[in-house]
């Protein structure tokens, strides 16, 4: 769906107002919301993705630096499991709804009507490269205010021990080490419903043995109870063993 003029100016003045920053180089914002869709259809267009390799990385360091000023008593895994949680792909959807990316983003004809602006991974990676746009164009300051601003709630609602008990794959993964196990492979069997709501099914095998299945609304969500089936599988095992 192409947007200029009067409208594309619009959206672009909300967003920067929602994000609290007005750009000097508007170029930068119009980049981070075009889709690879929208790039192919209007040539030479330049798509978010090189932004959004960047806005990874800025934003996984304001993540761990605002973490680490914000909870000093809390232990360096604490820390890397709740970073894992704001960064979850879900959580950065929801991040770039708050803000209403969605509705801004430049997509192409056929993503617009398979619901595109719904699509978790396209507004994931969208909001990454808004976070890139904004340190390219205001330093790491004008990136670090927008980014608080936005996850304030999700830091002030922040729970360990919940975060610990819903990362089954860093559980999983630890068993497996302690018992010198090797490393599970996931695997995405199937992916059913609408392009904009669907679920996954995932299954967890070590070795070649299937040990979990887990389905959710994103691959990591059904990796997750995936993990969990097969952590619990591993340790009734491992108690029958003993009790032998």
């Excluded at 604490?78 to 950065?92: M, R, T």
Aim: proline share 3%.
């Amino acid at each position: 769906m192409k947007r200029g003029g009067q409208a594309f100016n619009a959206q672009m003045a909300q967003l920067e107002s929602k994000l609290g920053h007005s750009f000097a180089r508007r170029e930068l914002l119009a980049e981070a919301i075009t889709h690879r869709s929208y790039a192919a259809e209007h040539p030479p267009a330049p798509h978010n993705e090189r932004l959004e390799f960047l806005g990874d990385a800025v934003l996984g360091f304001i993540l761990c630096a605002w973490l680490v000023e914000q909870f000093p008593s809390a232990s360096e895994g604490e820390l890397a499991k709740a970073k894992g949680h704001l960064a979850a792909s879900a959580q950065l959807a929801r991040a770039a709804e708050r803000i209403g990316l969605g509705e801004a983003l430049r997509i192409g004809r056929n993503e617009e009507q398979q619901g595109g602006r719904l699509k978790q991974t396209i507004l994931e990676n969208a909001f990454e490269a808004v976070v890139a746009a904004l340190y390219l164009d205001g330093g790491i300051a004008v990136a670090t205010q927008a980014t608080r601003k936005i996850f304030a709630e999700d830091i002030a609602a922040l729970d360990f021990a919940r975060i610990a008990a819903l990362d089954a794959k860093t559980a999983l993964q630890d068993w497996l080490r302690l018992h010198r196990r090797p490393l599970p492979n996931y695997e995405t069997v199937a992916v059913e419903g609408q392009s904009h709501q669907p679920t996954f099914y995932v299954t967890a095998s070590i070795e070649g043995r299937l040990l979990g299945e887990g389905r959710g609304p994103s691959r990591k969500a059904a990796e997750q109870v995936a993990a969990d089936m097969a952590l619990a599988r591993l340790k009734a095992e491992a108690e029958a063993d003993v009790s032998r």
